[in-house]
Nanobody, 125 residues
Framework: QVQLVESGGGSVQAGGSLRLSCVASRYISRMAWFRQTPGKEREGVAT??????????SYADSAKGRFTISKDNTENILYLQMNSLRPEDTAMYYC???????????????????WGQGTQVTVSS
């Protein structure tokens, strides 16, 4: 089991920045950020794989060039730096993790075993 606790959400004007954090109760190699708005499916934003010094990243098209995912393996903390925020980025953001194995579907919510409680991000125009 892995417990995940997010923080760092808030309200910001368009063009602003926020950094989300997610503390994991133990090391786990595949972690990700998802977001969800009412009535819509949970959408993958960014994911990171870390093991033995190797790091790989993947981003949704909507996040490329604006968001950066990173991880502190010493403290088991996942981050999402979000710059140039837009009103359409408004959502509940969730930290997720999954056990190592099949490395497909890395931005698909159904493939993740563990979830945080979410942190709200609101971007005003």
């Amino acid at each position: 089991q892995v417990q995940l606790v997010e923080s760092g959400g808030g309200s910001v004007q368009a063009g602003g920045s926020l950094r989300l954090s997610c503390v994991a109760s133990r090391y786990i190699s595949r972690m990700a950020w998802f977001r969800q708005t009412p009535g819509k499916e949970r959408e993958g934003v960014a994911t990171i794989f870390t093991r033995s010094g190797i790091k790989t990243y993947s981003y949704a098209d909507s996040a490329k060039g604006r968001f950066t995912i990173s991880k502190d393996n010493t403290e088991n903390i996942l981050y999402l730096q979000m710059n140039s925020l837009r009103p359409e980025d408004t959502a509940m953001y969730y930290c997720a993790a999954r056990e190592p194995g099949d490395e497909s579907a890395i931005l698909v919510a159904a493939s993740y075993n563990y979830w945080g409680q979410g942190t709200q991000v609101t971007v005003s125009s």
